[in-house]
Nanobody
Framework: QVQPVESGGGLVEPGGSLRLSCVASGSIFSIKSMGWFRQAPGKERELVATISSGGTTNYADSVKGRFTIARDNAKKTVYLQMNSLKPEDTAVYYC???????WGQGTQVTVSS
């Protein structure tokens, strides 16, 4: 199996926090660039954050200062820490393995009171 597997989504109130996790497949995780995307109902999938093999990060303007992407090469896992969540962050969040060209199945994040 080459598909990454996400977890950690759920329902949270505005201003709350969630941490998403994505476990990648294969034995060469350390050289992979990884990313998080999201897709809200009726909208196109959009980039949220990326992290290179060297740890360089990139964020969408809409999440800068609130979200943090990080990686643990020993666990073959990439994380997305989401703070100060807003209703407009509601979406299905997908993990992207750029090296394998694969997507995870997605995890739902709902921000609502």
């Amino acid at each position: 199996q080459v598909q990454p597997v996400e977890s950690g989504g759920g329902l949270v109130e505005p201003g709350g926090s969630l941490r998403l996790s994505c476990v990648a497949s294969g034995s060469i995780f350390s050289i992979k660039s990884m990313g998080w995307f999201r897709q809200a109902p009726g909208k196109e999938r959009e980039l949220v954050a990326t992290i290179s093999s060297g740890g360089t990060t990139n964020y969408a303007d809409s999440v800068k200062g609130r979200f943090t992407i990080a990686r643990d090469n020993a666990k073959k896992t990439v994380y997305l820490q989401m703070n100060s969540l807003k209703p407009e962050d509601t979406a299905v969040y997908y993990c992207r393995d750029f090296y394998m060209g694969s997507w995870g199945q997605g995890t739902q994040v709902t921000v609502s009171s």
